[in-house]
């Protein structure tokens, strides 16, 4: 059984900074791809950014570029996203999602993910 644990949001004034992490079980982490996914109030889930299983490639929506990091430890099987100059449309739930498919090819399709978090809220006051 593998589960994913997020943690880290919280109320944050616009142009603020949070880290989000995802600690994942199991000792299977390394060989999947991960990825951060946001669904805001009313809104449908959308991707937000995502890592290789080895760390070596990122990929990120257009609407975080520039301002949100991913990255991950594959010692302690944890995911991150470093999130700076926040904006108010960036409230959401956060969840991060594990591809535990063969390719090493990050992909912001939601249906490749099969292992899920619980969502962390993160609220953005202007």
């Known amino acids: 059984q593998v589960q994913l644990v997020e943690s880290g949001g919280g109320l944050v004034q616009a142009g603020g900074s949070l880290r989000l992490s995802c600690v994942v079980s199991g000792r299977t982490f390394r060989s999947y791809n991960m990825a951060w996914f946001r669904q805001g109030p009313g809104k449908e889930r959308e991707f937000v950014a995502g890592?290789?299983?080895?760390?070596?490639?990122?990929y990120y929506a257009d609407s975080v570029k520039g301002r949100f990091t991913i990255s991950r430890d594959n010692v302690k099987n944890t995911v991150y996203l470093q999130m700076n100059s926040l904006k108010p449309e960036d409230k959401a739930v956060y969840y991060c999602?594990?591809?535990?498919?063969?390719?090493?090819?990050?992909?912001?399709?939601?249906?490749?993910?099969?292992?899920w978090g619980q969502g962390t809220q993160v609220t953005v006051s202007s």
């Open positions: 999602a594990a591809d535990p498919g063969p390719s090493s090819i990050v992909v912001a399709t939601i249906s490749k993910y099969q292992y």
């Open positions: 890592i290789s299983r080895s760390g070596g490639s990122t």
